[in-house]
Structures are given as C-alpha cells and as structure tokens.
C-alpha cells in the first residue's frame, strides 16, 4: 500500500516494482548493525533470478555475496541495508520507517542513502535477465548492514573471503547517493583517505583562586589549535583536493567554575588525498603538537604532557577513467541528458575495501541533498530512471 499525504481523494496509482521493493525495504527499521529481514528480501528476489547467495555473519554483522555465472569478467553490484538513526520522531512530517509518498517524493529513513539504489539494482537486473538470460561474464551483489557504522564486519570481511579464493572483481558499482543537484550529475571514481586522531593533553588541577598552582590544558592548547588549523598539509593530488583537517571535538573541565581542569580531550580529522601517507599525516601532527608544547614551557615554564592516538578509517582510492565510467557516463546521459562529472569528493565509502583488489569502481546513486536528514527522501521519477541508467550499463558491459 502507498500511503498519501492527507485523506483527500487521489487518483489510484500503481507502484512500479522498483517502487515497491524500495517501500518494502524502507519499512524495516535497519539501524546499523541491524538489517531485519532487509537482506532476506533482496535475496529471495535474487534466487528467483538463479544467483547463487552465500550469506556471510560476522559478529553481529550480516552480509551476504551473491552471484550468477563462473565467467569472467565479473561485474558487482555493493551496497549496504543498514540506515543512521532517524532523530527525534516529532520532527518527522511522517514516521521515518512507514514510507510516504507527497508530491511526486517519497519519504522515509534510507531512502537516499540507500535503499532506493538497491531496489533500482535488484530491478534492473531482473529487467536486463529477462532480456539476456545468458549475459557475457557474471553478475553479483555484495551486500552488508555495516556501513554507517564501525564498517568493521561488512564489505572488508566479504572482500577478504573473496580474495582468500581469488574471486576477482572487474567492475564494480555501489549504489551510495552520488549525485548532488540532477540525478545523474556526478559520478564518484574515487574517495579522500580518512585519519581520526584523538589527543589527551595533561595538565595540573587546581583552584582557579591559585593558578600557579595548577596547569590549564584549556590555555595551552589556544596556540596548538591555531598551528594545526592553519597547516597546509599538500596542494592535493589529481583530482583529488588538498587534505584537510578538522577538530570536531573538545572536552574538558570538572563543570565546575572553579576548577581548573586536569587534562583536556580532543578528537580530529583528516580527508586526505594521495599526496600524503597516513604515516607523514602522523608525523608532521605529533611533530606540530610538539613544537606547540615547547613553546608554551618558554613561555609559562609550564611542561605538558600528552597521548596521541589513531585510528584510520579508510586510504584514499582513485580508478582513473576505464570501461566502467565510461558505461556509466554513456547510459546517464542516454537516460537524463546529463554530461556527469567525474568526482572525489565527500565522505569514505565501502569502495575503499573493493578497490585495492585491483577492481574499477565507481559510485553512482540518487541525490545526497536529504541524507542522514529528518525527512530524507528521493524524488520517484529518479528511482525509475536510476534503475533504467543500471540497467543501460549492465547493457553496455555484459549483453
């Protein structure tokens, strides 16, 4: 059932199958690391095509590998079931996992990002089947409920299965919302590398009466804050823009007023391209840090100590332009009109477990503007025609 707006009368409309399984999957609250029952759908439909389904549990993590044909080349669609949280209910114009459809939209949590480009993939390849029952090379699906969270048990784990038993990827597609203002505008060939460190810079608890007495972290960090904001890491790389770097945390204090705290907490980032290594992002950050330190001790003689800790979410990965963004290319613009522009832009994707195997891979999905949103949603029109632009490059690549 499609649910409307309001109780006024409506004309009757019949959901295209890419609808439907979209709102089917939209229902189901699969907030990472849960999937429930999102990948059981996806898979019943597969096997009615004849894929093959190996299901792979890791953890609390639920994946599954599938695939049609032992030829080679091996073209693979990615993509995860799992959803962020929805945030608070109320401000929700509808509740985030009973799909609505208003004005042309619908809406509900994973719309976007991306349980309409899943449904687009599973219906496209139905079409493509049905018009080519015996394909030139395989097809396949990686599909994971990790990757809006740790992305620890998903697609890294699958990928390292694959390459255990040398089962090569040639092409691949994820399904993330790549485009930003049309459908079909951009088209992801690569992604910044991402580096998260987390500082604990110590100092000496005091009262605020007595501060000779005490080492304020909160006033030794003014300067290093300033020297790692302003650092020009690299002019970037390709296509690739320069790394930057971001705070995007900063806890200390008792929640006292008269307290001068004892140490301070601070969590950054760095999108890095592949100008840099994540070995001479560390280096250069504990060398600024340094420096910073010691000159605070000329100027108070006060000595601070710190940790330094990391962790790296993703290396930076590029596929320079190949048959597959050029399929992609040709069947966008057959589809919209468009001329896509080729990007690497925005956040770490499942892609940087896939293409280190040696793989092509591009991102190509709905619009990003409502991601992650209260009332995310997707134009329906733009469903329809992302399946029929899957379908023109599964044409393109194994007809």
Same mark, same amino acid.
């Given at each position: 059932?499609?649910?409307?707006?309001?109780?006024?009368?409506?004309?009757?409309?019949?959901?295209?199958?890419?609808?439907?399984?979209?709102?089917?999957?939209?229902?189901?609250?699969?907030?990472?690391?849960?999937?429930?029952?999102?990948?059981?759908?996806?898979?019943?439909?597969?096997?009615?095509?004849?894929?093959?389904?190996?299901?792979?549990?890791?953890?609390?993590?639920?994946?599954?590998?599938?695939?049609?044909?032992?030829?080679?080349?091996?073209?693979?669609?990615?993509?995860?079931?799992?959803?962020?949280?929805?945030?608070?209910?109320?401000?929700?114009?509808?509740?985030?996992?009973?799909?609505?459809?208003?004005?042309?939209?619908?809406?509900?949590?994973?719309?976007?990002?991306?349980?309409?480009?899943?449904?687009?993939?599973?219906?496209?390849?139905?079409?493509?089947?049905?018009?080519?029952?015996?394909?030139?090379?395989?097809?396949?699906?990686?599909?994971?409920?990790?990757?809006?969270?740790?992305?620890?048990?998903?697609?890294?784990?699958?990928?390292?299965?694959?390459?255990?038993?040398?089962?090569?990827?040639?092409?691949?597609?994820? *399904? #993330?919302? /790549?485009? $930003?203002?049309?459908?079909?505008?951009?088209?992801?060939? @690569?992604?910044?590398?991402? %580096?998260?460190?987390?500082?604990?810079?110590?100092?000496?608890?005091?009262?605020?009466?007595?501060?000779?007495?005490?080492?304020?972290?909160?006033?030794?960090?003014?300067?290093?804050?300033?020297?790692?904001?302003?650092?020009?890491?690299?002019?970037?790389?390709?296509?690739?823009?320069?790394?930057?770097?971001?705070?995007?945390?900063?806890?200390?204090?008792?929640?006292?007023?008269?307290?001068?705290?004892?140490?301070?907490?601070?969590?950054?980032?760095?999108?890095?391209?592949?100008?840099?290594?994540?070995?001479?992002?560390?280096?250069?950050?504990?060398?600024?840090?340094?420096?910073?330190?010691?000159?605070?001790?000329?100027?108070?003689?006060?000595?601070?100590?710190?940790?330094?800790?990391?962790?790296?979410?993703?290396?930076?990965?590029?596929?320079?332009? *190949? #048959?597959? /963004?050029? $399929?992609?290319?040709?069947?966008?613009?057959?589809?919209? @009109?468009?001329?896509?522009? %080729?990007?690497?832009?925005?956040?770490?994707?499942?892609?940087?477990?896939?293409?280190?195997?040696?793989?092509?891979?591009?991102?190509?999905?709905?619009?990003?503007?409502?991601?992650?949103?209260?009332?995310?949603?997707?134009?329906?029109?733009?469903?329809?025609?992302?399946?029929?632009?899957?379908?023109?490059?599964?044409?393109?690549?194994?007809?």
């Amino acid at each position: 059932m499609v649910y409307w707006q309001d109780d006024r009368p409506k004309p009757p409309i019949q959901p295209s199958p890419t609808l439907e399984l979209a709102l089917d999957l939209i229902r189901r609250p699969s907030i990472t690391p849960k999937d429930a029952g999102c990948q059981e759908a996806l898979i019943a439909r597969l096997q009615n095509l004849g894929f093959q389904v190996e299901p792979l549990r890791f953890g609390e993590v639920d994946n599954f590998w599938a695939r049609l044909g032992d030829q080679e080349p091996l073209f693979a669609f990615a993509g995860h079931t799992d959803v962020v949280p929805p945030g608070p209910l109320d401000q929700w114009q509808s509740p985030p996992f009973a799909p609505e459809i208003r004005d042309g939209f619908l809406y509900g949590r994973g719309a976007a990002d991306m349980k309409g480009s899943l449904a687009a993939m599973v219906t496209a390849c139905e079409r493509f089947l049905s018009d080519h029952p015996q394909p030139r090379g395989s097809l396949a699906f990686l599909i994971t409920s990790d990757e809006e969270g740790p992305a620890t048990e998903g697609t890294v784990k699958v990928v390292e299965q694959l390459e255990a038993r040398s089962e090569k990827i040639r092409w691949c597609l994820v *399904g #993330e919302p /790549s485009s $930003a203002r049309h459908l079909g505008d951009t088209l992801k060939n @690569g992604r910044r590398g991402s %580096l998260n460190g987390h500082l604990i810079l110590r100092g000496t608890q005091g009262h605020v009466a007595y501060p000779h007495l005490a080492q304020n972290p909160i006033h030794a960090i003014g300067a290093m804050l300033t020297t790692l904001a302003d650092e020009v890491w690299d002019q970037g790389h390709e296509c690739f823009p320069p790394t930057s770097f971001q705070i995007s945390n900063v806890h200390s204090g008792t929640g006292a007023v008269n307290v001068i705290p004892g140490h301070l907490e601070m969590h950054f980032n760095f999108r890095f391209s592949p100008a840099v290594t994540v070995e001479s992002l560390q280096e250069r950050t504990r060398l600024l840090i340094e420096t910073s330190l010691l000159n605070e001790e000329v100027k108070t003689g006060q000595v601070f100590q710190y940790d330094l800790d990391w962790s790296l979410s993703g290396l930076a990965f590029f596929t320079p332009p *190949g #048959e597959l /963004s050029a $399929a992609a290319l040709t069947a966008i613009h057959a589809e919209t @009109g468009l001329e896509a522009q %080729l990007s690497t832009s925005g956040g770490t994707s499942d892609g940087r477990f896939i293409a280190p195997t040696g793989a092509q891979v591009i991102e190509l999905g709905l619009l990003n503007t409502t991601i992650h949103q209260i009332n995310e949603r997707i134009a329906i029109a733009d469903l329809e025609t992302l399946s029929r632009i899957y379908q023109t490059i599964l044409n393109r690549l194994l007809a």
